[in-house]
Every structure is written in structure tokens, then in C-alpha cells.
């Protein structure tokens, strides 16, 4: 099965059909995107109002209030990307998404000649707590180390959750972080802005903000009343408009899927693409006898709804398809910066803007990058390796390597065993004659002769891996470092795995990556 972002990336023109706005290696294509924006209007005044509240109160920077400031003027346009509200920022690619929209957002002010500004979409709406409570941080001894929040999550947002105990964040890292000259300080800087944060989206957005140094990130949370009043209008249109919306989407994922790609949302005819909280999120369906909540009886009308959305527009929420058109209605979106899997999904939704009269905006993938220590790079140069031989898994290298260390031709050796055993078993074929059973022992006989033979050669082979310990354990240490549990790095390590080894020298690193054309992953040295 073909990859979207592949194909993106590499040769646009086979999957130009589903992203209207245009190839993201290309200035035109956001010029195109920068005209067609000049004859939309947005609520400015209430977002700048929202915005320099919240960030105001949360500390944040003059940069960042520059930037915010400069969304009263009408051709400032943003770069957005979004995530949902991980533990301690979630994992390393939400700093690279981040750190994106920083460098697109700036890179396009300069060829467009106006302000554009980077913004990250908090998912606070969303209820996956599974998804935000665990975090994973590299161990002094080099292990992947899995750290989890208690509780359940309580069926709710996870933005509005309380903030966990500092002594339950303190012992996590205490536990999963090695000691080093910068680990001190990073707790204490840590300890603030846990302490600090009202909930679980706000710890979010401090944390993401203290990785990026402050550099003038705006942090949109939809969940906030006023963004809410503000799109309650398209979450009117999306109840009205839903079966034209399924349609839609039913349409782009047919061709999607007929050109062998994979389609991420899963469809079904009677979502509406809305969640409602009563109180907790349920995703609302329809039918011809009305509306309802998903495991629930109550029927609901369409005036039912559009009277509760008019009263209280907290009560409702996007879901993934319609998240994008609640941001296109809200933010003069430039450019928004996905990751391989959104770009799946975004490649499901172009007619879905046409439903609602909007364009899609550049769909522009994000950074990818590996971190790669002066011990890392030894290794692989050592082992010979690539970056990515370590992505396939290296189970067949690390037996070739315990098979190239065996001096005693083990496998010669069984082998010839083997031949004797199967050699001297076939001249007692004559023992027939004596019984009529005879062959039937034999044959027994020698299956169990040579069962033993293979546990005598696994425990052997076991033996020379015991040998081969020393080798197998920087192998698999590489593996640890690339690649844990089989998952690229960027998807599975905090960020402060490396903020606590390297100090303010790891977010340097991450901030001079470049964008390039072929959205190739980069390396950051360390």
C-alpha cells in the first residue's frame, strides 16, 4: 500500500487531486493560497482579545504577544499544526511540529512580504487520556522507560483535566532521567510551570513553550468559551450539512483507496462529525427519525440541537474530519503542518471543504528527525549500519553477527551429527524382518535421538550468544536509541529524555533544523 506523505513528498503530482491548496514545495502555491484568503473575514478582535488573555496569563513572551497583536491586521495570515495535549509536551514530533510552523511561518513572511504568524491547535477536546497519560523517557542505562499517570480520566476532555501532584511528575523523572549538570535546573523550571497551569492544557502549552524558548508560538485552545461562541455558526452548518459532508467524504476516500492508499478515517454514514458532552463526549448520529447520542435512546431534533447550540456552544465539539473546517472558519490559514497520518486524513477532506464553500489550505508535512549522540554514530559506524537498516529491525543482523563469531562451525558440526545419526538408522531397516513393528520403533527411536541432537544445538547456540553478549548488547542498545519497541524515535521519546543530557544545546539543535524541498528526516547531532 502506498504512502500519502510519501508520494508528497517525493512526486505530488499523483496525489495533487487531493490537496487543493496546492504542492508544498512550491512558493506559488502559497501565494495562490495568500490571494484566495484576501476576500475572507475573520473575528479578529474577539481572537486577539482570547488570545493576549490567555497567553497574558500564562507568561508567555513579547514575541509571542507581538505576533498575536499583529492578527488585528488584515493580511496576517498563520501557519497552524495541532496535537493533543500530551504528558511533559507528549513526544519529540510535537516539538517538530512546532518548530515547523515556527520556521514556516517565517520563512513565508519573508517571500510573501506579510506577517504570518505560527500557531499550534491545542486537541483539548479530545478524550483519549490512554493516549496523554503515558510518556517515555531514555534511561541513563539506555532503556526505553515507559512512565504513566494514575487515574482514568473521567470520560472528559483531557485539556480540562487537573494537573497531576508535582510528586508524582518529580518521581517519574527522577526515576526515567540520568543524572547531569542540566537535570537540576530542568526540574526546577518544571516545577514552576506545573505548578502554574490551571489544567491538564494549559501544562501543555507552558511545557511545549519553555522547549521552544518562547519564539513566538501562539497556542490556540478550542475548548476556551469565547473560540467556542465563535465557532458555534460552522458547527451549525455541520449539523445541517452533514449527509452532504458524509457524501463527500465518501467520495474522496473511494479514490483514495482506489489508487491503493490508505484512508485513516473510517467512515460511517451516520456520524454527524460532532461530539456532544452529556456529560461525557458522545459522538452525535443521525437517522431518519432524528438525532441521538451514540449509545444512547433519547431522540433529538434538529431545532432540539440548534437551540442547545445557541445556549451552550461548549456542549459541542468537532471530530478528526471536522476539526480542519472549524479551523479554517476561525484562523486566515496559510499553511497547516501535518504529520504522516494527518496527511492521510486531510487527503479525505478536500471536497468536504467545497461543502461548506472553503479551500483547503497547504497541507505541509513536518519535520522528521532522528537525534543521533557521538556514541550513536559510533555504533552504527562500528556495526556498519545505517539509520535506516536500524528502522527494518535488526534480528537477522544480530544473528549473522553471532554466526560470524562462531569459530567452531557449530552448524558443520550438528549438521555431520545429524547425517551419521539419519545414515546409521537407515541400515537398521532390516530389523523388519524380525517383527513387524520394528520400522514404526526405529523411526520413533530416531525422532527422539534427534530431538535431543536440536536441544543439544540450542543450548550450544545459546552458549555462543552468551559469548557474543558484549557485541548483542550495543546492538540492541542501538536499536533502544533508534528505535524503540520497533517505533521510530521521534514517535516514542520526550524531549527531555535529551533537554536533561544535553541542556539548552538539544533545543538549539531542534531549532536550526531547516525545512527542505524533498522533506527528507534530518539528523540533530548531539
Keep these: 500500500m502506498q504512502e500519502v506523505w510519501q508520494s508528497v513528498a517525493t512526486c505530488f503530482e499523483q496525489v495533487a487531486f487531493f490537496f487543493a491548496g496546492g504542492d508544498p514545495k512550491l512558493d506559488a502555491s502559497f501565494g495562490r493560497r495568500a490571494e484566495r484568503l484576501e476576500g475572507r473575514s475573520f473575528a479578529r478582535e474577539e481572537l486577539v482579545r482570547t488570545l493576549t488573555e490567555y497567553h497574558e496569563r500564562l507568561g508567555f513572551g513579547e514575541e509571542t504577544m507581538k505576533n498575536i497583536s499583529a492578527l488585528l491586521r488584515e493580511d496576517t495570515l498563520t501557519v497552524v499544526t495541532g496535537q493533543q495535549a500530551g504528558m511533559l509536551s507528549g513526544s519529540l514530533y510535537t516539538l517538530y511540529k512546532a518548530v515547523t510552523a515556527i520556521h514556516l511561518a517565517g520563512e513565508q513572511q519573508r517571500k510573501l512580504g506579510r506577517t ?16 496523554v497519560r503515558e510518556t517515555v523517557l531514555l534511561t541513563g542505562d539506555g532503556r526505553p522507560l515507559p512512565l504513566r499517570l494514575a487515574g482514568e480520566g473521567e470520560g472528559l476532555p483531557v485539556g480540562s483535566l487537573s494537573v497531576p501532584p508535582w510528586s508524582e511528575v518529580a518521581d517519574m523523572l527522577n526515576r526515567g532521567l540520568p543524572e547531569s549538570e542540566f537535570k537540576s535546573e ?12 490551571r489544567n491538564f492544557s494549559e501544562w501543555f502549552a507552558l511545557v511545549l513553550k519553555w522547549l521552544t524558548h518562547d519564539r513566538g508560538l501562539i497556542f490556540f485552545d478550542p475548548a476556551l468559551p469565547a473560540f467556542k461562541r465563535l465557532a458555534s455558526p460552522v458547527y451549525e452548518r455541520i449539523l445541517k450539512s452533514h449527509r452532504d459532508l458524509n457524501q463527500a467524504l ?101 471536497q ?48 549473522r553477527c553471532v554466526r560470524e563469531q562462531d569459530e567452531y562451525d557449530i552448524d558443520g558440526h550438528f549438521g555431520a551429527l545429524r547425517a551419521q545419526i539419519n545414515s546409521a538408522y537407515q541400515r537398521l531397516d532390516s530389523f523388519s524382518a524380525i517383527n513387524s513393528h520394528a520400522e514404526e520403533w526405529v523411526a520413533q527411536n530416531q525422532e527422539r535421538v534427534l530431538g535431543q541432537i536440536s536441544y543439544l544445538e540450542k543450548k550450544i547456540w545459546q552458549a555462543q550468544r552468551k559469548r557474543c553478549e558484549s557485541m548483542l548488547r550495543r546492538i540492541e542498545q542501538l536499536e533502544q536509541a533508534l ?25 538549539m539543535r531542534v531549532a536550526e533544523l531547516p525545512l527542505t524541498a524533498d522533506f527528507r528526516e534530518q539528523c540533530i547531532i548531539i
Design 116 to 131: 504570518v504568524v505560527p500557531v499550534f491547535w491545542i486537541a483539548s477536546e479530545d478524550h483519549d487520556w490512554a493516549e
Design 186 to 197: 530542568m526540574i526546577q523550571d518544571l516545577k514552576r510551570l506545573t505548578e502554574q497551569a
Design 250 to 350: 465518501e467520495q474522496r476516500t473511494h479514490k483514495l483507496v482506489s489508487l491503493a492508499y490508505k484512508a485513516q478515517i473510517e467512515l460511517d454514514q451516520g456520524e454527524v462529525n460532532l461530539f456532544m458532552a452529556n456529560p461525557e463526549r458522545r459522538a452525535l448520529l443521525s437517522s431518519s427519525q432524528g438525532f441521538k447520542l451514540r449509545g444512547k435512546e433519547t431522540t433529538l431534533t434538529l431545532d432540539d440541537l440548534t437551540s442547545m447550540l445557541r445556549e451552550d456552544p461548549g456542549l459541542f465539539s468537532p471530530n478528526v474530519a471536522t476539526r480542519p473546517l472549524v479551523q479554517e472558519y476561525l484562523l486566515p490559514t496559510l499553511a497547516y503542518v501535518a504529520g504522516p497520518g494527518e496527511l492521510n486524513y486531510w487527503a479525505q477532506l478536500g
Design 352 to 399: 468536504g471543504f467545497a461543502v461548506f464553500g472553503f479551500e483547503m489550505p497547504v497541507v505541509y508535512p513536518r519535520l522528521s528527525a532522528v537525534v543521533l549522540t557521538q556514541g550513536w554514530q559510533r555504533a552504527l559506524r562500528t556495526e556498519g549500519l545505517t539509520v535506516a537498516q536500524v528502522y527494518q529491525g535488526l534480528a537477522e543482523y544480530k544473528e
Design 483 to 507: 528505535a524503540p519497541f520497533g517505533i521510530r524515535q521521534e514517535r516514542v521519546f520526550n524531549p527531555l529524555s535529551f533537554v536533561a543530557r544535553f541542556g539548552p544545546e538539544f533545543g
